[in-house]
């Protein structure tokens, strides 16, 4: 009987086997061989045990002791892990990974199998270290050059070490000749520039006319010019740096172009005039970019305290601003018009306290000082000035209209905030019971005489829901491309408090935490309005004040756990099918109410507010 060809045929779980085998006794020649001659990833040699084979790279090299299969191995390295896709380990086997690892794995067999080829023996191993370069996850191709251009410079002279013209011709076949040509300019040697050049497919009428210019520019110049074709601008700015004063003009051009001002600073002295210059350009960069403070911060380091001025002003760094008024010497009529100009733009931001010490201390003007102090509601500081100042006429002017005013405000505000908060929480019980009947209806009209209609009726309503949220999910999608406006348009289109939309229920939960956060933010202000008006005798103001605000912040917080049910944040993080789930808690889940399913920026609306109730904010004599 013949035997056919039964001895060619071999398994692949057992050729696995075996050379799972000889990687752990640390037999790599054998198990390269056999991965070779049977088309095995060569990868695996590595990801069987990365640990292992970084600890005995040297060993690797030895038993391999060929360039040709030690570039085998390198030009097949991937960031792939063939031992999770190609070749599933088995469960009983352990693989360890290697220190450090953080997925460039290409990365750390290149740079380890190239330390130890250079501690081995470079000459005999230098086309694998110009792999190595290649082979990275960012090739190193400057490098590889240079290590050609050391060659070509230094020779070596034992029998059968690699020419730089081999290893020109190595690296040729590995990289695209055009690409290695842009990369040899950055070697600044010509000759080496032109080898590559005569290898590739270009016309000498198209780099040599370039090589000649080049050749007869002074040496910084030459590698600024190099740098700038190659757009390595970082290294460009530091040759062009030592050119001279007569190339600064086009230093600064480049810094300016490149927004390289960072870098350049780091080149120039701080007390040399080329730094100061440079300062410059960057301050009225940060300033076109509207980052006046930084803007401002530059110019006075630099001496331009006029400019350093009129860019505080500008970004209302009032402080920054007086310095560098005292530094060019500011007279008091001066000084206080600047202080006037400076108030005005943080009243317009509601700082009315830093505008009331400027209007104070240096335009000398109380008066000023007080009325935005009574402004911005600051009655205590506003008291103060007035007995510092012996104004007691503002009293009567000002202080006492507004603070009756302020309390009008203020109880009209927390009245309206308690009417549409019971408005809503009405309206969201309404809207929870509706959806609630009608997902029992759904579940009596399905599939009545099925005995898991329950479970199979359940599973539409969420589907119902679900798609019903994602019909508006898709909606917005079409609209992510448009301007921030109408996205946000689109936002309040979604969350409407419109009767009957979709999703009313969580318009009505976000409307009712906005409400209970602006209220609970009120009582600091409350309480200081509070002391201001028992001290003038407005008590039943007060009084009225007081309740209706404490009224107001009872309800909200005894209606929380109602509005912000337990069940509704726990819904959405509550598995309730798998392998430890029973009928009966399979039940118990499908019968709370749910909410339909919503994006992720939604979930945090399902969370309660949090009220401050530690903040002690009511005057014990009012009660």
Request: charge should be neutral.
């Amino acid at each position: 009987m013949p035997r056919g060809n039964l001895e060619t045929i071999h398994h692949r779980a057992l050729v696995l086997a075996q050379v799972r085998k000889w990687l752990d006794r640390l037999m790599f020649k054998d198990a390269f061989d056999c991965m070779r001659k049977l088309r095995i990833d060569l990868n695996l040699i590595y990801d069987h045990n990365p640990k292992v084979f970084l600890e005995n790279v040297e060993l690797f090299l030895k038993q391999i002791n060929s360039v040709n299969h030690v570039n085998l191995f390198l030009t097949e390295l991937k960031e792939e892990d063939v031992t999770k896709t190609m070749y599933p380990c088995p469960s009983s086997s352990t693989i360890q990974t290697a220190p450090g690892f953080d997925g460039k794995k290409v990365d750390i067999v290149c740079d380890a199998l190239r330390v130890a080829m250079e501690k081995m023996d470079p000459n005999k191993h230098c086309l694998s270290i110009l792999t190595s370069y290649v082979r990275k996850s960012t090739p190193e191709l400057e490098i590889a050059l240079q290590k050609v251009h050391e060659l070509r410079v230094n020779p070596p002279v034992f029998p059968g070490a690699v020419s730089a013209e081999e290893a020109l011709k190595y690296l040729l076949f590995l990289v695209n000749v055009n690409e290695l040509y842009e990369h040899s300019l950055g070697t600044y040697d010509f000759d080496l520039v032109v080898m590559v050049a005569e290898k590739s497919q270009k016309d000498p009428k198209e780099y040599l006319p370039f090589l000649n210019t080049l050749k007869k520019m002074e040496t910084n110049y030459q590698r600024y010019t190099i740098d700038k074709h190659l757009k390595r601008y970082k290294k460009a700015l530091h040759h062009l740096s030592k050119c001279g004063q007569e190339h600064f003009a086009e230093f600064l051009n480049l810094v300016r172009d490149q927004k390289l001002y960072n870098e350049a600073l780091k080149i120039y002295p701080v007390e040399s005039q080329e730094y100061k210059e440079v300062s410059c350009a960057y301050g009225e960069y940060l300033s076109e970019q509207q980052h006046q403070e930084q803007a401002g911060l530059l110019f006075s380091r630099c001496g331009e305290t006029q400019r350093a001025l009129d860019a505080f002003v500008s970004s209302t760094s009032w402080q920054h601003a007086l310095c560098m008024a005292a530094k060019l010497g500011f007279p008091e009529d001066k000084l206080a018009n600047l202080a006037r100009s400076l108030a005005e733009k943080l009243l317009e931001q509601r700082r009315h306290s830093e505008a009331a010490l400027l209007l104070e201390q240096y335009a000398k003007d109380c008066e000023e000082a007080i009325t935005a102090l009574i402004e911005g509601a600051t009655w205590d500081e506003a008291l103060r000035l007035v007995y510092l100042y012996n104004r007691q006429d503002i009293l009567e002017t000002n202080l006492k209209p507004a603070l009756l005013e302020a309390h009008n405000n203020q109880t009209s505000f927390v009245e309206s905030q308690k009417t549409i908060f019971l408005r809503h929480k009405n309206r969201l019980a309404v809207v929870r019971e509706l959806k609630e009947k009608a997902r029992q209806e759904l579940l009596d009209d399905e599939m009545p005489d099925c005995p898991d209609s329950d479970l199979f009726s359940e599973a539409s309503s969420v589907m119902t829901a679900s798609n019903m949220s994602s019909k508006y999910s898709h909606s917005n999608s079409k609209i992510s491309a448009r301007s921030s406006k109408n996205r946000r348009k689109a936002e309040r289109k979604k969350h409407s408090l419109k009767e009957g939309s979709p999703l009313e229920d969580v318009a009505l939960l976000q409307a009712l935490g906005e409400i209970v956060r602006s209220v609970n933010k009120l009582t600091g202000e409350v309480h200081s309005l509070l002391k201001a008006l028992v001290l003038f005798g407005y008590d039943s103001q007060a009084l009225k004040l007081q309740q209706t605000l404490e009224e107001t912040l009872q309800l909200m917080d005894k209606s929380i756990p109602e509005i912000w049910q337990v069940g509704l944040q726990q819904n959405t993080g509550t598995p309730v099918l798998g392998p430890n789930s029973t009928a009966n808690s399979i039940m118990a889940s499908y019968q709370q109410p749910k909410p339909p399913a919503l994006p992720q920026q939604d979930t945090e609306l399902f969370i309660p507010p949090k009220m401050s109730k530690n903040v002690k904010w009511k005057l014990n004599l009012l009660e």
